[in-house]
Every structure is written in C-alpha cells, then in structure tokens.
C-alpha cells in the first residue's frame, strides 16, 4: 500500500523554533520524513555548515538557480534570497517520505499554489514576548536584525489564516508529536487515498460478481 509522500510547509516566526522541532521529529522518525535543504544568500551563523542547515550560495549562483528552473519556489527574506531546490524534494516524495519545507510564508503560499495538496502548518511561540526573548537568547543576531525580524514576524501574524493548522511550540516534546499527528492524520483523508479506494472497490466487485 504504498503511497507518494505529502509535501509539509512549517512556517513560524523567525525564532519560533520550528528549527528545533524539526530537528527532533527526523531524530524520532527517520523512516517518515525528509527535511528539504534550502538554498540562501545570506551568510552561515557559528555552529551552520554547507549542505546542512543551507546550501549557503552567492547572489550570482543564486540567480543561476531561477533562471534555470530549478527551484520549486524562492523569496527575499530581510535581505537575502531563499529558495527551495526542486530535484531532493521530488526525489523524496517519490521514495514515500513526507518533504517538510520549513519556509516562510511568501514562499508557503507558491508551494500551495504549485501544489494544491500540501500541508500548510504554522508554528508560534506561546505569546509575543517569548518570541523576542528567544531572538535575544540566541545570540546570533544584532538588535538592527532582530529589530527587522520581530517586524517581518508582525507582517507574517497578518497570513496566519491562509495555513491549514496553527501548533503553538511550549513545551517541544508535545509540539513535536502534535506535528507529527497532524500529518499521519493528514494520509487518512479521502482525497489522498483514491487509488486504495479503487483497488478495494475492484476487488470487492469481483467478490460480488463471483456470488
Ligand atoms: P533564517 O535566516 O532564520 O535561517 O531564515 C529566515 C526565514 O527564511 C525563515 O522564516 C525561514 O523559514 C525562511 N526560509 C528558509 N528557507 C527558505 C526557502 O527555501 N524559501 C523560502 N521562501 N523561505 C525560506
């Protein structure tokens, strides 16, 4: 009963921690999920490495990629170009895994566009103040970034309504089997099981007409 993957968009103010969430939802299911790498111009922070939190590229490479066809979707974030390369993703569909994209929501709603069947998943921190404490506690950015992002984060509160799921991360290990529930949910549903359906149907009718 093999099936084709669904395609997951996490988005979440910078800071939400969806990182870490994904991080931890591959750890815990490595069969299930894939974690689509995505490609930007803007510099690594301390502890990043090419290939696997990005695949840190130039403006000029960047700019390769578009017209080339090869991303599934890009926007410009706070400066910086980042964009979703097409091959792994579908490769990883194929295969059976879910892809989850863990983008922003310019980006979110042209996968949808692309792909009317993917998943849209917002994630949050409780309230507005963990969100800027957290930013602050990471220490990678300077206040002018951070300052940007809680702007960008207040933008992003306006196109919450266009997701289909909204998962608030308190306590991680329950975000992360929320996660995770939704979209093992999400493989019941009628529409994503048609070819099953059919078979079924096949077989039974065989039964009937053999009575
Ligand atoms: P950060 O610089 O904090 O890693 O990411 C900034 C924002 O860019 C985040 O909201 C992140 O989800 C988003 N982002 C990361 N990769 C992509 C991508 O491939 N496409 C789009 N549209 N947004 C991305």
């Given at each position: 009963?093999?099936?084709?993957?669904?395609?997951?968009?996490?988005?979440?103010?910078?800071?939400?921690?969806?990182?870490?969430?994904?991080?931890?939802?591959?750890?815990?299911?490595?069969d299930h999920y894939a974690l689509s790498i995505s490609a930007t111009t803007r510099e690594p922070r301390p502890g990043e490495s090419h290939g696997r939190e990005y695949?840190?590229?130039?403006?000029?490479?960047?700019?390769?990629?578009?017209?080339?066809?090869?991303?599934?979707?890009?926007?410009?974030?706070?400066?910086?170009?980042?964009?979703?390369?097409?091959?792994?993703?579908?490769r990883q569909l194929e295969a059976g895994r879910d892809v989850i994209l863990e983008i922003e929501i310019q980006g979110a709603l042209k996968v949808k566009a692309a792909?009317?069947?993917?998943?849209?998943?917002?994630?949050?921190?409780?309230?507005?103040?963990?969100?800027?404490?957290?930013?602050?506690?990471?220490?990678?950015?300077?206040?002018?970034?951070?300052?940007?992002?809680?702007?960008?984060?207040?933008?992003?509160?306006?196109?919450?309504?266009?997701?289909?799921?909204?998962?608030?991360?308190?306590?991680?290990?329950?975000?992360?089997?929320?996660?995770?529930?939704?979209?093992?949910?999400?493989?019941?549903?009628?529409?994503?099981?048609?070819?099953?359906?059919?078979?079924?149907?096949?077989?039974?009718?065989?039964?009937?007409?053999?009575?």
């Open positions: 009963m093999d099936k084709k993957g669904i395609l997951v968009v996490v988005s979440g103010f910078s800071g939400a921690g969806k990182g870490t969430i994904m991080k931890r939802l591959l750890a815990d299911y490595p695949f840190f590229v130039s403006q000029a490479e960047f700019e390769e990629m578009i017209e080339k066809d090869a991303l599934i979707e890009y926007a410009r974030y706070v400066d910086n170009y980042y964009g979703t390369p097409k091959d792994y993703v579908h792909y009317p069947d993917t998943l849209l998943m917002f994630v949050s921190p409780p309230n507005a103040e963990e969100l800027r404490e957290r930013l602050v506690n990471r220490g990678t950015e300077d206040a002018a970034t951070i300052a940007s992002r809680l702007k960008r984060a207040w933008q992003e509160a306006q196109g919450v309504e266009q997701y289909d799921y909204f998962v608030i991360n308190d306590i991680l290990e329950e975000c992360v089997q929320e996660v995770h529930h939704i979209i093992r949910n999400e493989h019941a549903r009628v529409a994503r099981n048609h070819a099953v359906i059919e078979n079924i149907r096949a077989q039974l009718k065989g039964f009937a007409e053999g009575e």
